[in-house]
Nanobody, 125 residues
Framework: VQLQASGGGLVQAGDSLTLSCSAG????????IVWFRQRPGKEREFVAS????????DYADFVQGRFTISRDNAENTGNLRMNSLVPEDTAVYYC???????????????????WGTGTLVTVSS
């Protein structure tokens, strides 16, 4: 599966942005979609996940209700809607998928089955 994240860009603090993850001709069927980010000089960290087919969602504490994860199983895409962005959200955002049968997906980078390319989000103050 060739994943690709898109939708990043340069925004101002308080703005919103929606990231998308596509399957590149493959399928997200029976896979959870998980978003990670890597801030400058930091390790990659969990952001949000959504189970297959979408009943369970999990968010990192720092999201604090600002982000919403979703998926379109017919289109094999996943989205991460990010509101009220702050400069600390500046990072390269990655999507990954993990085989999943409905439970809350793992938050660990080492557990992911496939990784996509990253998309850079820059939030200016």
């Amino acid at each position: 599966v060739q994943l690709q994240a898109s939708g990043g860009g340069l925004v101002q603090a308080g703005d919103s942005l929606t990231l998308s993850c596509s399957a590149g001709g493959g399928s997200f069927s029976t896979y959870a979609i998980v978003w990670f980010r890597q801030r400058p000089g930091k390790e990659r960290e969990f952001v949000a996940s959504i189970s297959w087919p979408g009943r369970k969602k999990d968010y990192a504490d720092f999201v604090q209700g600002r982000f919403t994860i979703s998926r379109d199983n017919a289109e094999n895409t996943g989205n991460l809607r990010m509101n009220s962005l702050v400069p600390e959200d500046t990072a390269v955002y990655y999507c990954a998928i993990k085989r999943n049968l409905g439970g809350t997906p793992s938050r660990l980078t080492g557990d992911m089955d496939y990784w996509g390319t990253g998309t850079l989000v820059t939030v200016s103050s």
